[in-house]
């Protein structure tokens, strides 16, 4: 598969100085690579992730996942005249995790004129799969700023 980037101009540190004050940066979430045609991060499984019974929150991992799929569907877009907004995501938590960092990738299903699909898979350190999520984004033509 080709590189589906349409900014060819990003690097990991601009990725995480746009999570600087958001959820991502609450909850320790780390952009470490980036491919042709995916996108991965990791999250510590800590204080912050985890459940009251020592486990990864399902919802941290959630939140892992729309991370890494909308930040992704922005970079395929033209930031200059598009926008992109979560619409649906679903997760099937398949194991859990209580210590350490898990690390979600997102790879394309589908990549429309008005909606993607990502599908992003999570995995402990021992590359054991903890969770697989589909994310559903809505592109949205970016209004005119008032005055222009």
């Excluded at 940066?25 to 912050?48: N, Q, S």
């Excluded at 598009?82 to 619409?87: I, S």
């Amino acid at each position: 598969m080709a590189q589906i980037w349409f900014k060819k101009e990003f690097s990991l540190e601009k990725l995480q100085a746009m999570s600087a004050g958001t959820m991502g940066e609450h909850l320790g979430i780390t952009f470490t690579e980036i491919g042709d045609h995916y996108l991965k991060a990791t999250m510590p499984v800590d204080h912050r992730t985890k459940q009251p019974y020592g486990l990864l929150h399902g919802g941290a991992s959630v939140a892992l996942a729309e991370t890494l799929g909308s930040v992704a569907s922005s970079l395929v877009l033209d930031s200059s005249s598009q926008l992109c907004v979560g619409l649906e995501i679903n997760a099937n938590h398949i194991r859990s995790a209580s210590q350490g960092y898990v690390t979600g990738t997102a790879t394309p299903i589908h990549l429309g004129s008005s909606t993607h699909v990502w599908e992003i898979k999570i995995h402990d350190q021992g590359n054991k799969l903890i969770c697989i999520s589909r994310l559903t984004v809505a592109i949205l033509k970016r209004r005119a700023k008032s005055g222009e």
